[in-house]
DNA sequence: TGCAACAATTTGTCGTACATTTGTTACACA
DNA sequence: TGTGTAACAAATGTACGACAAATTGTTGCA
């Protein structure tokens, strides 16, 4: 019989409980999941918190369910891979060098063009919490935790200073996308002072309204991790 | 007592019912939503179906439920607005032309990169099938039922051809998003011949693997319409 | 062989009862 | 008067049982 965790609700420890393994392949595409009744007793609990749990993860596109047919697993293109829960459940499934490529991929589209919408149209505080962040990307240099930390929430600055609600409502994937990048690279501890200089290009140039220079300076960024990455990936063919 | 519509089952009708009318702003944000019970009553259905169309929604990032504090609207940047359901609704919610501006930033970001990794990456099927869109665009000229959805088809299709798993997630918003242009703007009809070109120039990049001009086409396919909006926004101030 | 009727399976909906969480009120005590 | 605590109240959370509805497979008859 699975265990489930100690936190929140019954029905939402169920939906992370089967979200994960659908996220992580336990089962696979167009099968069918057991019926409710069987997933009452596999987790010892009643078929309302099964339902309600079935409910969410259908909500997320990642399942169905049918009378006489049961619970279906969606094919993959319909999961809404931008919700955080599905993002988090991922990032526990311990992804391959070749998810964080199209983790990267994304973001060269995304975060440039944030720059560049930051440099023409963000608010001064926004602006400021972008400083705020780069400051501390300084200061914890040799606190690696604290340090990815600051970078987070430097990159998630510039995504609310687009002052753009889809820009914005990439933070989750932003901060999903860094945190698979620390599993796999430690390129980026090689040169430390540039990195932070990297950042401070953005910075500038979106402070002082330069839409093109903030863009190029992200697009750099971005492109350098893509570029090992890429170049990773054709050195060792398929490793993880 | 609100009514429901006939299709779908009953904790689905519930969900779209609430779901749009979150969307459309006729709770503000913050507020309490009526208890289960009183939309028990309101909606004359049982408990669970309320229940399970809260669940749904809080999936989505809607709404929050507690004990003792009820249902509350949860603030408008944790809403998953790339979920395809909650872009169906603020499309049915007449969305203004500042919101035609904010998709439009975004399409600029995505789909000129898409075009680019397309060039590169895509496999010859999925090449076809922009070629298939395009071609259906050219005969559907006079149809302007017709030549939206292939031009949505052509749009959707160099996502899909981008082989990255959230790129293809875009389909939906991209859709959506080519739904509220043409609520906005004739400007496309002014000139049908050169807008087609404008497409087969994407294609032709795509085809012949020249992702920086695949870019660029993609760029100014968008930059133009971006621009429009843009004009219109100032010269209007706020109209909708 | 084709079609109709039936049966079985699974989710869908309802109602009731009680548990749990959390905010509020009221009271006792210093 | 202020404070801590106990009791209460209001809302969601969980469980169970019953039946409805939908879908699919099967059986049996023309």
């Known amino acids: 019989m699975a265990v489930l965790e100690r936190n929140n609700n019954l029905?939402?420890?169920?939906?992370?409980?089967?979200?994960?393994?659908?996220v992580c392949g336990d089962y696979s595409q167009g099968e069918s999941l057991p019926t409710e009744a069987d997933l009452c007793e596999e987790f010892g609990v009643s078929r309302t918190a099964v339902r309600e749990a079935v409910k969410m993860l259908s909500a997320k596109g990642l399942i169905s369910s049918r009378p006489r047919q049961g619970i279906r697993i969606m094919p993959e293109?319909?999961?809404?891979?931008?919700?955080?829960?599905?993002?988090?459940?991922?990032?526990?499934?311990?992804?391959?060098?070749?998810?964080?490529?199209?983790f990267l991929q994304m973001r060269i589209a995304i975060e440039p063009e944030a720059a560049a919408l930051a440099a023409r149209f963000a608010?001064?505080?926004?602006?400021?919490?972008?400083g705020d962040a780069l400051e501390r990307m300084r200061v914890a240099a040799e606190n690696t935790e604290n340090e990815l930390e600051a970078d987070i929430d430097f990159?998630?600055?510039i995504l609310y200073a687009s002052e753009n609600r889809f820009y914005i409502r990439m933070r989750d994937f932003t901060r999903t996308a860094l945190n698979v990048s620390i599993r796999h690279t430690n390129v980026i501890k090689a040169n430390p002072d540039g990195v932070i200089e990297d950042h401070a290009k953005v910075y500038h140039a979106i402070c002082s309204g330069n839409a093109e220079r903030a863009k190029n300076a992200m697009f750099l960024l971005i492109d350098e991790a893509l570029g090992f990455i890429e170049q990773e990936l054709e050195k060792n063919g398929d490793a993880t």
């Open 11 to 22: 029905s939402q420890r169920m939906t992370q409980q089967l979200g994960r393994a659908i």
């Open 77 to 102: 293109e319909d999961w809404n891979i931008f919700d955080s829960d599905l993002l988090r459940w991922s990032l526990e499934g311990n992804p391959s060098m070749r998810v964080l490529k199209e």
């Open 123 to 130: 608010r001064s505080e926004r602006k400021q919490a972008i």
């Open 155 to 157: 990159h998630i600055s």
